[in-house]
C-alpha cells in the first residue's frame, strides 16, 4: 500500500476515434485542428512540472499506488485526455507511468520501440496526441545502457553486421553514433543523448501538426535520459 495517493481530477474525455468527423479530419489534408471539447486543461510547462515531481516522488516514495484503480478504469473506459506524450524505449526496465510517480489510466500517452526511434508510426501516433486528444507535452526519453543503441555503436564501430529486422531498426540509430563518434565521454551514452535530441528535432521539424502546434504555443517538445542506476529522469 501507497503512503498517500492523489485523487486524479475528474475530466471530461475524448473518444479514441471519435465521430466521423475526427476520423474525416485524420484523413484528409489541410492545417491541423484544434483539439475536441474534454482534453486536457495543462499546460506544456505544467505537465513537465507534474513529471518531474511524479519522478522525485519515485526516487524517495516508490510504492506503486493502486487505490480504485477501478474507479479510474471506469473513468477513462470511454476516452481519454492525456497531459503528456512519451516516445521511449521497450526496455523491460523503464516504464513511464511508473518513473513519472505511479502515473494513473488516462494519463500518459506512450510510444515504446526499441531505442525510441522516432519511426512512421511513433510519428503519427505523436501526432495523433498532440492534435486529436490534446496532449501539450512530447518527452523523447532515452536511457542508460539501451540495447539499441548499443547495438549502432557497434555497427558505428566495429561494422558489426546485425541479423533480421533488428538491421534496419537499428539503422535509425546509427546516424546519432556517428554524430559522436570519437568525441570525450562514454560512446554508448553520448549516443543515447545524441539519438534522443535528433528524434526530439525530427518531431518538431518533420511533422507539419506538430510544428503548427508549437507554433502556436500549444505543445512543446523536449529529449531527456533516463538514469537505470539511479531512477533520475534528466531533462536535456
Not at 200 to 220: C, N, P, W, Y
Request: hydrophobic share 45%; with cysteine.
Amino acid at each position: 500500500m501507497c503512503r498517500s495517493c492523489d485523487k486524479l481530477s475528474r475530466r471530461r474525455v475524448l473518444s479514441f476515434l471519435g465521430t466521423g468527423a475526427v476520423a474525416a479530419g485524420l484523413l484528409g489534408a489541410g492545417a491541423p485542428r484544434s483539439p475536441a471539447a474534454g482534453a486536457t486543461t495543462m499546460t506544456a510547462d505544467e505537465a513537465l512540472a507534474k513529471l518531474k515531481a511524479g519522478n522525485q516522488k519515485f526516487l524517495t516514495a516508490p510504492e506503486l499506488c493502486a487505490t480504485d484503480m477501478a474507479k479510474q478504469r471506469a473513468d477513462v473506459a470511454k476516452g481519454q485526455s492525456p497531459w503528456a506524450t512519451i516516445l521511449t524505449c521497450s526496455d523491460s526496465r523503464v516504464s513511464p507511468e511508473l518513473i513519472f510517480g505511479g502515473v494513473g489510466l488516462g494519463e500518459l500517452f506512450v510510444v515504446r520501440n526499441a531505442g525510441n526511434v522516432a519511426d512512421t508510426a511513433a510519428m503519427g501516433t505523436i501526432e495523433y496526441g498532440a492534435e486529436h486528444l490534446g496532449s501539450p507535452l512530447v518527452v523523447v526519453l532515452g536511457h542508460q545502457r539501451c540495447g539499441a543503441v548499443e547495438a549502432a555503436c557497434e555497427v558505428v564501430a566495429k561494422h558489426t553486421k546485425l541479423p533480421g529486422f533488428i538491421a534496419p531498426m537499428v539503422d535509425a540509430i546509427v546516424p546519432a553514433a556517428k554524430a559522436v563518434y570519437g568525441k570525450p565521454g562514454d560512446f554508448v551514452d553520448n549516443t543515447v543523448r545524441e539519438n534522443a535530441r535528433l528524434g526530439a528535432q525530427k518531431i518538431s521539424t518533420r511533422s507539419r501538426i506538430v510544428e503548427h502546434l508549437e507554433h502556436e504555443g500549444k505543445v512543446k517538445v523536449l529529449y531527456a535520459r533516463y538514469d537505470l542506476d539511479k531512477g533520475v529522469v534528466d531533462f536535456l
